[in-house]
């Protein structure tokens, strides 16, 4: 078992309720690293007895920051389903707290083979090997690694756009939580058009899982490619996309977050 499978242990402690602590491996600025809460709480639905089918989507808000080491509760509920697809919610609260410090909801699906089409491009950019590793510096080991043509620091640049090769280095596999966890791996991009950092903080990040199993499993544990941009600055919010491609490109997910700044 990896690292990043054993830091998101949950223990059933009652009917849709999961116990477990906030994993230090992934402390970021302020508390615990926003792609690894969502990977755990996509994780507490993945855990559940009567979960069906595969991940679509993801969509968390994040109200208090998740203090790393700290004690949690996670209530999911199923909120209605039909035989091709189920939609799930989890809390998240502190132990021994009244408030919610996050809250999800996670669509499953029983895919089904349909027409396919791709209209995004997966861009042109040398293969990892060929690029400088670099391990964001809130990460404990095993760390993330990020691979880029645009190498840091992440500032004074004239546009939002990165591309970066991305894996969990610990040698894990590519999977629903791999991409949850790297969903949210990437300099604020507000960070990019700034003299150097500033208070940032994201309040709802979405994940659509595009690939089905075979399609991940197909990927080992190899990089993804990121392509990530903003979509628009403005009045302390800034929204972002991320696609992320697999080596072979396949489009695998996507993302939406929407960060506040000063």
């Given at each position: 078992?990896?690292?990043?499978?054993?830091?998101?242990?949950?223990?059933?402690?009652?009917?849709?309720?999961?116990?477990?602590?906030?994993?230090?491996?992934?402390?970021?600025?302020?508390?615990?690293?926003?792609?690894?809460?969502?990977?755990?709480?996509?994780?507490?639905?993945?855990?559940?007895?009567?979960?069906?089918?595969?991940?679509?989507?993801?969509?968390?808000?994040?109200?208090?920051?998740?203090?790393?080491?700290?004690?949690?509760?996670?209530?999911?509920?199923?909120?209605?389903?039909?035989?091709?697809?189920?939609?799930w919610?989890?809390?998240?609260?502190?132990?021994?707290?009244?408030?919610?410090?996050?809250?999800?909801?996670?669509?499953?699906?029983?895919?089904?083979?349909s027409?396919?089409?791709?209209?995004?491009?997966?861009?042109?950019?040398?293969?990892?090997?060929?690029?400088?590793a670099?391990?964001?510096?809130?990460?404990?080991?095993?760390?993330?690694?990020?691979?880029?043509?645009?190498?840091?620091?992440?500032?004074?640049?004239?546009?939002?756009?990165?591309?970066?090769?991305?894996?969990?280095?610990?040698?894990?596999?590519?999977?629903?939580?791999t991409?949850?966890?790297?969903?949210?791996?990437?300099?604020?991009?507000?960070?990019?058009?700034?003299?150097?950092?500033?208070p940032?903080?994201?309040?709802?990040?979405?994940?659509t899982?595009?690939?089905?199993?075979?399609?991940l499993?197909?990927?080992?544990?190899?990089?993804i490619?990121?392509?990530?941009?903003?979509?628009?600055?403005?009045?302390?919010?800034?929204?972002?996309?991320?696609?992320?491609?697999?080596?072979?490109?396949?489009?695998?997910?996507?993302?939406?977050?929407?960060?506040?700044?000063?």
């Open positions: 078992m990896s690292v990043f499978d054993e830091s998101l242990a949950l223990n059933a402690v009652g009917p849709g309720r999961w116990q477990g602590i906030a994993s230090p491996r992934y402390e970021a600025v302020i508390g615990v690293f926003g792609g690894w809460t969502v990977a755990l709480l996509l994780k507490a639905v993945l855990d559940e007895p009567e979960a069906r089918g595969s991940p679509v989507s993801i969509t968390v808000n994040f109200i208090a920051a998740l203090p790393p080491g700290a004690d949690f509760v996670i209530n999911v509920v199923r909120l209605g389903a039909t035989r091709s697809l189920a939609h919610r989890c809390d998240l609260q502190l132990a021994g707290a009244d408030s919610v410090a996050a809250t999800a909801i996670v669509i499953m699906a029983s895919r089904r083979d027409d396919t089409r791709t209209e995004a491009a997966m861009p042109d950019v040398p293969p990892p090997e060929k690029l400088a670099f391990f964001p510096p809130f990460a404990k080991q095993p760390p993330l690694e990020s691979r880029s043509p645009m190498p840091p620091p992440p500032f004074n640049k004239s546009d939002t756009r990165t591309l970066s090769w991305e894996r969990d280095a610990s040698g894990r596999a590519i999977d629903v939580l991409l949850a966890l790297l969903s949210d791996l990437g300099a604020p991009r507000v960070y990019l058009v700034s003299p150097g950092p500033r940032s903080a994201t309040l709802t990040l979405s994940v899982f595009l690939a089905g199993p075979d399609e499993a197909a990927c080992g544990d190899d990089f490619l990121a392509d990530m941009i903003a979509t628009r600055i403005e009045q302390s919010t800034v929204g972002s996309r991320k696609d992320m491609w697999s080596r072979a490109g396949t489009l695998l997910a996507t993302s939406e977050q929407l960060c506040w700044f000063r």
